[in-house]
C-alpha cells in the first residue's frame, strides 16, 4: 500500500512539474518572424515550425527563471543530444554531449545577467524538415550587452537532438558569448 501512495505521488509530481514547464513555455511566447525563400519548398508544417518555436522558447526561458537549478531543462532535449559551440575557446565547451552534460552545462550559462532579453527571432525553414535555423540577439541591458546568434537545430520526438550556435566573435566585454560558454 505504501509502494502504491509512493508511486502515486511521484506520478502526480511528475504531471504537475510537466503541466508548469508546458505552461511556462506557452505563456513565455516569444515572437518571431518565419524567413522564407519563394524558391524553395516548404518543407514544414505549421505545427512542426511550432513545436520548434515552443522548444525554443522553452530554451531561451532559462534566462528568465529565478532558478536555473530547479528549471527542468532535461525535459527539452534527448538522451544522446549533442550540443556544439564551436566558437567556444576551451576545446571542453566546444563540444557537450549527453542530457545531463548538456543540462549541467546550460544551466551554467545565464549565471552572469539577470535581465537577459531575446529579440529580433528569425526562423528559418531548411530542405529536411527536422532542422531549422533560429537567428536571434540576446542583450542585457544591466551590462550594455547585445549579441547575435545564429543556431542550427535538430528536433527528434519532439525534443532537441542537437544545437549547434555560432555568434559574433568580435562583440567583447564582462559578458561576451566566449566568456559564458568557458564557464
Avoid at 513565455?28 to 524553395?40: A, I, N, P, W
Avoid at 543556431?151 to 567583447?172: H, L, S
Amino acid at each position: 500500500m505504501k509502494s502504491i501512495r509512493t508511486a502515486v505521488a511521484s506520478i502526480a509530481a511528475v504531471t504537475a512539474l510537466a503541466l508548469s514547464f508546458n505552461a511556462q513555455a506557452q505563456s513565455m511566447s516569444v515572437s518571431h518572424v518565419l524567413q522564407t525563400d519563394r524558391t524553395l519548398p516548404d518543407t514544414t508544417t505549421q505545427q512542426q515550425r511550432d513545436e520548434l518555436m515552443k522548444l525554443f522558447t522553452a530554451h531561451i526561458g532559462l534566462w528568465q527563471t529565478r532558478d536555473p537549478s530547479t528549471y527542468p531543462y532535461e525535459r527539452l532535449i534527448t538522451e544522446d543530444t549533442v550540443y556544439e559551440y564551436p566558437y567556444a575557446q576551451s576545446e571542453s565547451a566546444r563540444v557537450i554531449a549527453g542530457r545531463d552534460a548538456v543540462a549541467e552545462a546550460v544551466r551554467k550559462l545565464p549565471i552572469a545577467a539577470s535581465d537577459w532579453r531575446v529579440e529580433d527571432v528569425k526562423l528559418f525553414q531548411t530542405l529536411h524538415s527536422d532542422i531549422f535555423f533560429v537567428a536571434y540577439k540576446l542583450t542585457s541591458p544591466q551590462h550594455a550587452y547585445t549579441q547575435s546568434y545564429m543556431a542550427r537545430i535538430t528536433v527528434k520526438g519532439g525534443q532537441i537532438a542537437n544545437y549547434y550556435e555560432v555568434w559574433d566573435r568580435d562583440i567583447a566585454g564582462p559578458v561576451s558569448a566566449a566568456v559564458l560558454h568557458n564557464r
